[in-house]
């Protein structure tokens, strides 16, 4: 069992910046690929970004490109999430996600994180 652990949210107004960061116990951290998504109220759970093992591979939803980066520390077994102008609509709980197989933007990863709540006000 992968334990994920995100932290880094919080309250932040408009164009603000923030550093979300996931990290587990899990040593063998470089054999997953990772993702982060969000939920915001009322809405699906949505695809935001995904890093591949080595890290050297990435993909991002089309709301966030140009803005978010997906990154990874295998050696600190930590991935991050930088976040950059951040807009209102980027509100929601975001999660991280681990799968030892690549899924991108599919939600069918196996392991998932408790989230950590992301509030942009305008």
């Known amino acids: 069992q992968v334990q994920l652990v995100e932290s880094g949210g919080g309250l932040v107004q408009a164009g603000d910046s923030l550093r979300l960061s996931c990290a587990t116990s899990e040593r063998t951290f470089s054999r997953y690929a990772m993702g982060w998504f969000r939920q915001a109220p009322g809405k699906e759970r949505e695809f935001v970004a995904a890093?591949?093992?080595?890290?050297?591979?990435?993909s991002y939803a089309d709301s966030v490109k140009g803005r978010f980066t997906i990154s990874r520390d295998n050696a600190k077994i930590t991935v991050y999430l930088q976040m950059n102008s951040l807009k209102p609509e980027d509100t929601a709980v975001y999660y991280c996600?681990?799968?030892?197989?690549?899924?991108?933007?599919?939600?069918?990863?196996?392991?998932w994180g408790q989230g950590t709540q992301v509030t942009v006000s305008s």
């Open positions: 890093i591949t093992r080595s890290g050297a591979g990435t």
């Open positions: 996600a681990a799968d030892e197989g690549w899924r991108g933007t599919d939600a069918g990863y196996r392991y």
